[in-house]
């Protein structure tokens, strides 16, 4: 069952104009916090150091409850009418009903179809490859996507971040930002040409700041209603005009569309449970509001800039197997490793991401935003690879074996979260004319496969 | 008598501690009353209690809403000494003035809101315009609030050449001297701060501080 959900449209519009009004910092510090704290009490929702993939069915379904009552106490707040957009218990039951429980990205024999998964499931899961936000040059750009793009276990591209357009800054709300849009629609097109991938999705324009270069650029000669149209909200529960014109024009074009929801751990939701609350309502929100269909996160450590610390991958992981349990969302997630391109650190927090997520339930997962993702041209797409290989690989695995797996990663890998490991820019640990790895960087990529394979990670084992 | 006043001003650190404003209003006025200067009030109680609630917030013993609630309360105190510096025709000595914002189009703002919270614990005027803030709106509010300082936060790499707009802006109407400036945020590095010609530049909150403090004793 693909889109059948997006006739509320109007509806979505005509609920942002008239709302209950609420001012924006009451609605993060006198609705969004207290209820949160308020839930997590009553559904006795509780952080365990000594599990973090949890195999505790109850607690994960007392959570999808949680997440439920948040969504239709709470709803989302649209900062451009300071109005709550709300919706009734009974109306998001319904409208998870009729999400999409699958999805095709992209055209013909380049396309892949994402399915709903349950925890510990054997579906195949879908692999982003990509550098969601990581500024990198122009001369860069395509080198860098194709390195992606010829990845074969690689199914769908994530653009990185163009930093000028034809040597000028990208300027948000301005000419410049549409000019931006469509240089970036050029030049995926020439990296989809060198690949002989030519209908391969590509996560499209997702860091336009206003809606003028999704808009722009998501139009005739530009990227195709089979890419993935990204549309944000705004941490904590909160949507604006810019963004709900990016969900009208999708909707339009009949295009694909990704949502996603970043909270932050230690902001308005709080620490592990406050975000594994957020996690599992947002989605819900999402898809009555966005109509999106996939449901995307990658929640943020706003000291470490990375997602791979023991509260945030046990959030991540009791939020997916709440939704993955309940509903047929097709759960997205992204790994923001603090590790960098040429780290071993980056190798093992994205293992133990892909693991605690992948048995969770998700659908797709994407590679990487590595060195947090803010770093420019800190890129390399052995990280994709890495999440890719082992996510087909773990596909199946027992909830326990995994929690293992991830404990003793984390042994290995938190005691450097702390000390900034970004390593090294795409130019360094790539040869940027034939597009391949350093023999270097590929060295250690193989030295800590092997250390994951003796682990019990059944690495290669699994070709799917 | 100081053995009231000990306590009192104990129990007002605790009510900043805990973001409880109120309490935090009645105390400060009895610590008044009991014949508390207000600047020791600043430098004893609120700049140390603040300074550890923002160390909390870095160790996250508390969390970002305990955070603001605490910023809230300090906030409430410095307006009530404030007032009663007037009344008694002193002035209130902050260590300057600071206007900060997050750039236009631009809304990431939980760092500039951290930035605020610990430059005002240390004792700053602080002047937060909140995100999506236009070069005109700096202006303007540099002007009203007679600021020493200029921040601007700018996390994207879309919205960093508003940083020099605003810049600009200040040259055009000949008030660049008249201001120092300081940016941060993940789109931001010492060499665009240079490449800009920003005063300063801070990769977080805790450094701010120290920026703040240095720039305005050159
Ligand atoms: C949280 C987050 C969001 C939240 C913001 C919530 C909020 N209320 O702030 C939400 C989800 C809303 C969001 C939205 C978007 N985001 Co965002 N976001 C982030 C994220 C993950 C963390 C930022 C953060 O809060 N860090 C924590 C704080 C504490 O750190 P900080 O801001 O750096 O502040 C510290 C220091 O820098 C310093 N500091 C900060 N300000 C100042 C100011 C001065 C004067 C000084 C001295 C110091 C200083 O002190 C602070 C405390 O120590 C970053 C990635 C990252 N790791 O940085 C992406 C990131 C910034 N976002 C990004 C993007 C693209 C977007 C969107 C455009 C996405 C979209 N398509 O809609 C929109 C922006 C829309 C808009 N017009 O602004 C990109 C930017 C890419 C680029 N190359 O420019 C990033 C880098 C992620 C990525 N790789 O894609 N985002």
Redesign the pocket.
Known sequence: MRMRHRARLVDVLNRAETGPIIEESDFERRLVTPTINRLIKQYDIKFDHKTIVPSDDDLADRLFQAGLDFASEVGLFCQSTSRRIVWSRQELVDGLRYCPSEAILGIGNDSVTVHARRPEDTIRVTVVGGA????VPEHLFVPVMYSYAREPVVDVLENA?LETVYGHPIK?DSPWEVLGGWREAELSFQVLNRANRLGMCIGCV?????ALGEISASSWGGFRPSDWH?V????EFKTNY??LEKVVHTARIGGAMETYY?P?FGGYVGGAEGVALALTAAPILLNQVNMAHTFGT?P?H??L?CDTTPEILWALSLAFQALSRNTNILISSLAGPAGGPGTKTMLYELAAYTIATTVSGQSMIEAS?SA???IPRHISRLDARLCGEIAHSVSGMKREQANELVQHLLNIYQPDLKTNPIGRPFEEVYDVDNVEPTSEWQGIYDDVCSELVHMGVPLGCNIR | MSNTVDQTLDELKQALTDGDSNKTATLTRKSLDLGVEPLALIQNVIVPTLTQVGQDFQDFVIFLPELMASGDAAEKATAILEEALASSGQQMTSLGTVV?GTVE????????N??STLVRAHGFKVVDLGRDVAPSVFLEAAQKEKADIV???S?????RPSILSTINLFKEVELRNDYKF??????VTQVYADEVGAD??????AA?VE?CKAILKK
Do not use: C, Q, W
Request: proline share 6%; hydrophobic share 40%.
């Open positions: 969601y936000g990581v500024p971040t948000a997702e860091t336009s700041p206003t990204h944000a909200t705004i941490s810019d963004l970043n932050i990658r943020d706003p000291f800039n935003m947090g993702g803010r | 900060i189009n631009d809304v990431h703002d939980i760092g500039k951290i930035v921040a601007m936060s996390l994207m790499t879309t919205t300081i940016i941060g945020g993940g789109s300063g530049f801070a990769p977080d909150a701010a920026v």
